[in-house]
């Protein structure tokens, strides 16, 4: 396979990577119903008092009481999702958040293992690259002549 062959394979599937990342990230599928509603924002809240479940699972006493506040705040009508989490995030912190915020430090958490994860495929691909032109050369008349000589050929 020809280099331009195989670099025009790596930037189609990059590209396409790219298309199906986007098209995951962008699409809207949001709840349908009041309690579909109630549970997607559910789902995104940890139960203050139980170590790593979401109040959607919980049954503490917390878990439920604040499930009967978006409940009753998506009853209203008056706040979005965003605003109800954003409600209870400043009462009990932002470590009641099961998912962190997508901005300041917290993009940063989430971004850095993936650059780092897509930086060291790259420098895979780049040693592979190195290694199989290195074979394809064949030995240096250097390496020829060590071996003549190890073996002890006249060159």
Request: aromatic share 6%; charged share 25%.
């Amino acid at each position: 396979m020809s280099s331009r062959l195989r670099a025009s394979v790596w930037v189609l599937m990059a590209a396409a990577f790219a298309g199906l990342l986007a098209f995951g990230t962008l699409r809207e599928s949001g709840p349908s119903t009041q309690q579909d509603r109630i549970d997607s924002i559910s789902q995104r809240l940890a139960c203050p008092t139980c170590s790593g479940e979401s109040i959607y699972v919980s049954r503490a006493a917390a878990a439920e009481s604040l499930r009967a506040e978006i409940a009753r705040q998506v009853s209203e009508g008056q706040r979005s999702d965003d605003e109800i989490i954003a409600y209870i995030e400043a009462r009990f912190g932002g470590q009641v958040l099961l998912v962190p915020r997508a901005t300041g430090i917290d993009a940063v958490v989430w971004a850095l293992p993936v650059a780092v994860f897509v930086a060291a495929v790259a420098l895979l691909g780049m040693a592979f690259v190195r290694w199989r032109k290195r074979e394809e050369s064949g030995p240096s008349s250097a390496d020829r002549r060590l071996v003549d000589d190890a073996l002890g050929r006249d060159s």
